[in-house]
């Protein structure tokens, strides 16, 4: 069982950056792939990035390249989301995902643990 925490949302304006951080429980936490996923109000939760369990493979929804890192530190258990130059449409909460995989997905279904989410908000 792994337990996922994540951290690091609030209210900033649009062009400003936040970094989610997000915590897992567990000594396995290097075995697995991590993934990052949004879901703004009245629409269906999507995919925002993923990280193999090594941290050498990422992948990203259009919407975020250039703009949105994923990165993680195996010694603290922790996988992060900097994001940058936010924009309103980047609204939402966002939770963090384990998959017992070393590789990384971008889809919900392939993931077997959930975050609570923690709510980001870019005002214009």
């Known amino acids: 069982q792994v337990q996922l925490v994540e951290s690091g949302g609030g209210l900033v304006r649009a062009g400003d950056s936040l970094r989610l951080s997000c915590a897992a429980s567990?000594?396995?936490?290097?075995?697995?792939?991590m993934g990052w996923f949004r879901q703004a109000p009245g629409k269906e939760r999507e995919f925002v990035a993923s990280?193999?369990?090594?941290?050498?493979?990422?992948y990203y929804v259009d919407s975020v390249k250039g703009r949105f890192t994923v990165s993680r530190d195996n010694a603290k258990n922790t996988v992060y989301l900097q994001m940058n130059s936010l924009r309103p449409e980047d609204t939402a909460v966002y939770y963090c995902?384990?998959?017992?995989?070393?590789?990384?997905?971008?889809?919900?279904?392939?993931?077997?643990?959930w975050g609570q989410g923690t709510q980001v908000t870019a005002s214009s």
């Open positions: 995902a384990a998959r017992r995989s070393r590789n990384s997905s971008i889809l919900r279904r392939d993931y077997d643990y």
């Open positions: 990280i193999s369990a090594s941290g050498a493979t990422t």
């Open positions: 567990g000594r396995t936490f290097t075995s697995y792939a």
